[in-house]
């Protein structure tokens, strides 16, 4: 899990998702891997961010469609594309934004930033989580599967005996 400084609830920082592509790149095999990104379709700069990222100048309303899900309460639109391809943002003024979920076609780790909370949770095996954790450019921290997400407390008092 990190805990963005600077960015948008539900937007990680640049810093950040440089970081990520880095140390799942170096985990081997995603980098020319399909990865599945999917965007929150609340967004309001989301036709920009989508333009950029696909390289499309236009998205139909046939085209969303076909690439809509519902999640919880949440609409998004699922993309695919390489790992690098998250890095793909509008420059200013446009809000750069990223995916709330993403993963690898394999599957081997998993990204979840919900559009309200100020950090992302990652999934991985010990050892990525290990390089994730040890990344000295983003402030990560290791949570369990029963920490509580809605509290201020730090995740590591939240599950001491």
């Known amino acids: 899990m990190w805990k963005q400084t600077e960015a948008y609830a539900g937007m990680p920082e640049e810093a950040v998702l440089r970081a990520l592509v880095t140390e799942f790149g170096k ?66 003024p446009t809000p750069a934004l990223s995916p709330q979920l993403w993963w690898p076609e394999d599957k081997r780790w998993f990204v ?15 050892g990525l989580a290990d390089a994730i954790l040890e990344n000295q450019e983003i402030d990560v921290q290791r949570v369990a599967l029963e920490d509580r997400l809605d509290t201020e ?6 599950h001491q005996p």
Do not use: H
């Open 27 to 92: 985990a081997g095999g995603t980098e020319a891997m399909a990865c599945w990104f999917a965007y929150w379709r609340g967004w309001g700069a989301l036709e920009e961010n989508l333009q950029k990222l696909t390289g499309r100048r236009t998205w139909t309303t046939a085209d969303e469609e076909r690439a809509a899900f519902t999640l919880g309460p949440r609409d998004y639109l699922l993309l695919s594309g390489p790992l690098a391809s998250v890095l793909n943002r509008p420059g200013l």
């Open 112 to 126: 979840a930033t919900e559009i309200d909370f100020d950090f992302s949770l990652v999934g991985a095996d010990e």
């Open 153 to 158: 407390e730090p995740p590591s008092r939240l």
